[in-house]
């Protein structure tokens, strides 16, 4: 993956958490992951990436996070429910942040949550596993980007 794409998502985590919290997230150095890892927070969501890139982004989060979070945005009792809404809108927002930035080629889909740490992130087999960490208030979380550019794919 272009190093450019990992540095426009970092972009998109520090830009989400400086407007919605005012409050800055330290950025972790990304890393390769190993497939069949269990990468997976408490609770988690993913995307679907097509156009000039295909593959999938993820943002998976622990509970304390998100609840320290939906206080901020006027829910002043965050359940599960909520933990979970909030997790596929931060997926969304992050990507979509991205999209804005890289144009219309670098399409999303609605995002999907998965159940927590029991379900495995099914991730591009084609496409390395980049895991952005970053800690915001004490609190871990990642984004994980499995893609691939798709002239890259065809190429092979």
């Known amino acids: 993956m272009e190093e450019q794409l990992l540095k426009t998502f970092a972009r998109s985590v520090t830009g989400y958490f400086d407007t919605l919290t005012q409050t800055p997230v330290q950025l972790g150095t990304p890393f390769l ?9 408490d609770f988690s969501a993913i995307i679907g990436i097509s156009g000039a890139f295909r593959g999938n982004v993820f943002y998976t989060a ?6 320290a979070i939906l206080p901020l945005l006027g829910e002043s009792e965050p359940d599960d429910q909520l933990c979970a809404e909030l997790v596929g809108e931060m997926t969304n927002t992050i990507s979509g942040n991205v ?58």
């Open 99 to 156: 999209r804005d930035e890289l144009g219309s080629s670098f399409m999303i889909s609605t995002p999907m949550l998965l159940d927590g740490e029991n379900e495995p992130m099914r991730t591009d087999p084609d496409a390395p596993l980049y895991i952005l960490p970053f800690q915001w208030q004490g609190h871990s979380s990642r984004v994980l980007l499995s893609l691939v550019k798709v002239e890259e794919r065809s190429a092979e």
């Open 62 to 67: 622990p509970r304390g996070k998100l609840q």
């Open 33 to 41: 992951g190993e497939r069949g890892e269990n990468l997976a927070m």
